[in-house]
């Protein structure tokens, strides 16, 4: 099984910044993608952004030019700063990880998801 632990939400003045952080552990063969999306009140869960190996990052359009995401060297840490925060910003962040895992004799592909970290931007 894969564990992702995040750390970094918080309450925050408009227009003021988060790093988000999340890491992963338990039996990973490899990641090629992780991410973020968020949940707001009575809204569905919707992408951030995501970086896959190799560097290709995607955001949503609600967030370009003011979020930036990041993968350390290893892969199975990212990061997700977030700049110029807006009240509509806030919301409980997920980590998203899209690994390569053991399982026993056989190793399979598993999409996994943080427990969620809360943003709140409001003066």
């Known amino acids: 099984q894969v564990r992702l632990v995040e750390s970094g939400g918080g309450l925050v003045q408009p227009g003021g910044s988060l790093k988000l952080s999340c890491t992963a552990s338990?039996?990973?063969?490899?990641?090629?993608?992780m991410g973020w999306y968020r949940e707001a009140a009575e809204n569905e869960r919707e992408l951030v952004a995501y970086e896959d190996n190799g560097g290709v990052k995607n955001y949503a359009d609600s967030v370009k030019g003011r979020f930036t995401i990041s993968r350390v060297h290893s892969g199975n840490t990212a990061y997700l700063q977030m700049n110029s925060l807006k009240p509509e910003d806030s919301a409980i962040y997920y980590c998203?990880?899209?690994?390569?895992?053991?399982?026993?004799?056989?190793?399979?592909?598993?999409?996994?998801w943080g427990q969620g970290t809360q943003v709140t931007v409001s003066s």
């Open positions: 998203y990880a899209y690994s390569h895992i053991q399982t026993g004799m056989k190793a399979e592909w598993k999409d996994s």
């Open positions: 338990g039996n990973i063969l490899s990641t090629i993608r």
